[in-house]
Every structure is written in structure tokens, then in C-alpha cells.
């Protein structure tokens, strides 16, 4: 039998259709602060931009509730925070050879192929600050769609148990630290694993689509390229794509 992980607020499901959509009514419903949403199914499991993300059987399905308290216009800084828990978690279960990359916004890559993603949702506003922030997570680990990696293809035998457990102590410490020290020693730790940071990119917007290259990531955390003109752009939101 797989381990239960040592979470003390854990949700475990074998089925639901999305751990965010889940956490978001727990939320809704009081649920405290470091309450895990896990399961080992999802049929309707949302990535960003309103795509799909595909649920494929063992691999990681997990949804952290946060209550930070913080304004609007910061709650976004916590997908780098969970970016670097996802990093510093698996890697630790990686053989070193294997390069490990994070695509802005939000995605974790191994050998430059998508492996992991994070989708951040926020509940009712209470004034200027969410009354809950929902952080959820999938990980590719036995099995990836088309064109993308998982750990077990990178020789990785592991359960979702054991990448929860060590993902949730990750992801409240890396949390602990965001709130005592801001969003700066995060925006530089993520910097160390930006993937094609100095590179053109191609940066897709709802109305326009050009080339700039990627020279950092603002302290809003807005993506920070350079245009061909010489002009700097920040780009709040948006899909990057290698050249
Ligand atoms: C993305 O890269 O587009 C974000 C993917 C986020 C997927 C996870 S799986 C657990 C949680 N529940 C969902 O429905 N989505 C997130």
C-alpha cells in the first residue's frame, strides 16, 4: 500500500474532477491555511489560459490553500514561490545530469520539456487582499502527454506520496519565507533556473505576438524583455515560446 503522507491537513480523493475546483469549495467552506487537496484521479483537471491538463493515472494531483493576507496585486509572486518548491523537490529525486528549467510564468522543465505546472486561484476577495489562495500543482510522474517529460522517462521511480510529502514541507518553508522577507530572494533564487534567460523568445499576448529577448523577471514579477528597438517591455501575462 502507498504511504499516506505527513501532511496534518490532507484532503485524500481518489477521484475528483479538479483539486483547485475542490479546495476552492473547502475553501469557501473555511477550510484553514495548509489544507492539501490530493488525488490520484482528476477527469476535469484545468491548466492555465483556460486549457485542460491532462490526468493521467500516478501522477501528482495536489491543491495547497493559503491564506496570506497580502494585497491582490501580490498574490501572483506565489507561483514563483511554488515554482521553486517544485524545483527544490524534484530535484532531489533526479539524478544530477538532468537539467532542470523554469519557464515563465510558471512551468518546470527537465531536459527543456514541460514536466510539471502550476495553476493559481484566488477566492472572494475579502477588501484588498483574497480570502484564500489556491495553489495547485500537477507533476508528470509515471506518465506525460505528447512532447513533454516525466520523471519516470528519466529513469525516476517514485509515488505521488512521497513527491507530496516533500513538496508541502518545501512549499510552506519557501511560503514562511516569501511572507517575513517580500518577493525578492524568491524573484533571484527562481533567476538561477530561468529557462532561455539572454535568449530571443516569442511572446504570445491576446492581440500581438513578437520576438524581444528575455532579460529578467521585474519585482511584480512580470516577464522583462528587451525589443528589437532597444525599448524595455514588461509583460504581465502571457505564453513564451523558445525561438
Ligand atoms: C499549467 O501548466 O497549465 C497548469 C497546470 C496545473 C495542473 C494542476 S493538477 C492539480 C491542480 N488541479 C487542476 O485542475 N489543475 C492543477
Known sequence: MELRPDIPKLVELDETG??????????????????????????????????????????????????PGRPVQEIGQLSFVAALALVETIRSFLP?????????????LLNGKKAAGILLETEAAAGDSPQAVIIGIGVNIKAAPEGANSLASLG???????????????????YRLWLDTGFD??????????????????????????????????????????????????????EVFAL
Open 18 to 67: 479538479s483539486t483547485n475546483d475542490h479546495a476552492c469549495q473547502l475553501a469557501l467552506h473555511g477550510a484553514k491555511e495548509g489544507t492539501v487537496v490530493w488525488a490520484h484521479r482528476q477527469i476535469a483537471g484545468k491548466g492555465r489560459q483556460g486549457n485542460t491538463w491532462t490526468s493521467f493515472e500516478g501522477n501528482l494531483y495536489m491543491s495547497l490553500i493559503l491564506c
Open 156 to 174: 525516476v521511480e517514485t509515488t505521488s506520496a512521497a513527491l507530496l510529502e516533500k513538496l508541502y514541507k518545501n512549499l510552506m518553508s519557501l
Open 185 to 238: 530572494p524568491i524573484r533571484k533564487e527562481w533567476l538561477r533556473y530561468a529557462h532561455n534567460i539572454g535568449n530571443m523568445i516569442s511572446v504570445r499576448l491576446p492581440r500581438e505576438t513578437f520576438t524581444a529577448k528575455f532579460i529578467g523577471i521585474a519585482h511584480d514579477g512580470a516577464l522583462q524583455v528587451e525589443m528589437p528597438d532597444g525599448m524595455r517591455r514588461d509583460i504581465a501575462s502571457g
Open 96 to 108: 544530477a545530469q538532468v537539467d532542470i528549467g523554469l519557464k515563465w510564468p510558471n512551468d518546470l
